[in-house]
C-alpha cells in the first residue's frame, strides 16, 4: 500500500470496555478530530449534507451525533449549518432536527420553494445539465454526514447519493436522476403486441412493467426491479424485452457526475465524509418509512476521500452479512453467498461498487483504502474501567 493510500477511520459499535472513553460517541469524535478540521477557516460556512429524513422514517443520523459535529466545527471558528432538501427541513422537528437541538441553523437546500439552484452541466445520455443546490454552491466547506443503508436504485446509501441526489432539486433528483435508466432502450415496440405486453406486466409480480395501450407504451420501473427475470422467462418466445446491466448502471454513473460536479465547487482541503453505519435499513430514508435493519450496526467510518469511505463502508456491510431474520416478506432475495448484501436485496445488475469504480475514473479518490480502527475494543479492553458513576453533572444526591 503506497503512502499516497487514502486513510479511512474506523470506530465500532462494539466496545472493549464499559468506561465512556471505549463508548460509540467517543469513536464519533475521535473520527472527527482525526479528520482534522483545521483546514476549515474562520468564518467559513460549513455545510454540514444531512437527509433529515421523511415523514415517519426515523432511522437517520441521531441529532446526538450532530450536536458533537456541529460543535467540532464550531471550534474552529466555522459558522456550521445543516441542510437538507425544503421538505425533509421543513418537517424535521418531527425527528428531533431544530435549531435548538442541532446547535446551529438548518437550512432549506435549494431555497424554501427549490428554486436557488446553478445550472450544473453533465451531457450524459441525452441529459444535459441538472439544478445544483445554490446552498451546497454557495458553501465553503462540506461535511458530507450519512445514514448507511441500502438503496433500490444503487445498492448502497451513502456518501455519494447523499449529495449526488440530495445534493439537486427534486425536478432533477425525482425526474432527471431517477428517469435515467430507461436512456438506453430495452423494449422493442414492433416486435410485441399489446397482448403480449399486457402477459408481461403480468409476469412481474412486483409491479415494475407498465403498459399504455392507447399509445402502446411499455414502461419498466428499473428502480424497484430486482432483476428475478420472470418477465424475460415470458418474453422467451418474442424476445421483445432486454434487461442489461447498462440500464441499471446508468443511475450510479450520473450519481457519480453529479457527487463529482458538487465536490468541485469545493477546495479539496474542505470536503469531509463520514458515514454513520448504523440502523442500516433495506430502503433509502427518502421512504419516510420506519424499517427493519437488515444487517448488525457497524460504526462510524470518516475520510477526506468520499470513494475509498464509500469502499470500505461496503467492505465491512459484505463482512457483516444479512440478518436473515429481518428480511421483510415483500423481499424476493437473490441468496447466493457471493453477492453483496445490497446485491442480494436489490438484484445482482445493481452492485452499489458500481458508482465507485465511475467515480474513481473521474478522479473523485481511491478505491485502495488504508482502514484505521479508533479505540478498538481489542485496544480498550484492556485499560482500566473507570469507577462506576451515575447521575453527575448536575447530581441530585
Ligand atoms: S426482472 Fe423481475 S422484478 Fe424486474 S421487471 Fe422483470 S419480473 Fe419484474
Known sequence: MSSD???????????????????FAAKVDEVVKKLDLSTIEKKDKVAIKMHLGYQDGYQTVPVFFVRRIVNAVKKTGAFPFVTDNPTSVYNAVNRGYTQETCGCPIIPIAGVKDKYVYESEVDFHGLKSLDMSGVLHDADALIDLSHVKGHNN?????????????GYSAQSRWRKIHGIEGAIPY?????????????????????????????????????????????????????????RPENYALFQELMAIAANNILKTFDETKRFFINLAISITPYCDCWGVGQPNIVNDIGVLGSRDIVAVETATLDLI???????????????????????????LHGPMKSPYIALRYAEELGMGSRKYKLVELLSPAKTMKMKPPRHVVETEPTFF
Request: proline share 5%; glycine share 8%; aromatic share 8%.
Open 5 to 23: 493510500t487514502p486513510v479511512v477511520y474506523f470506530g465500532s459499535v462494539k466496545q472493549g470496555n464499559m468506561g465512556k472513553f471505549a463508548s
Open 154 to 166: 444503487c445498492g448502497l446509501g451513502g456518501a455519494i447519493k447523499n449529495i449526488a441526489i440530495g
Open 187 to 243: 423494449w422493442d415496440a414492433k416486435k410485441c403486441t399489446p397482448e403480449h405486453a399486457k402477459e408481461l406486466v403480468e409476469a412481474c409480480r412486483d409491479h415494475c412493467i407498465s403498459y399504455k395501450e392507447e399509445s402502446h407504451e411499455l414502461t419498466l420501473d428499473f428502480g424497484m426491479c430486482h432483476q428475478c427475470l420472470d418477465c424475460i422467462e415470458a418474453d422467451r418466445e418474442v424476445e421483445c424485452l432486454t434487461l
Open 318 to 344: 459484505a463482512k457483516e452479512g444479512i440478518v436473515e431474520s429481518m428480511i421483510p416478506p415483500y423481499f424476493r432475495v437473490h441468496k447466493d453467498p457471493g453477492l453483496h448484501p445490497f446485491e442480494q
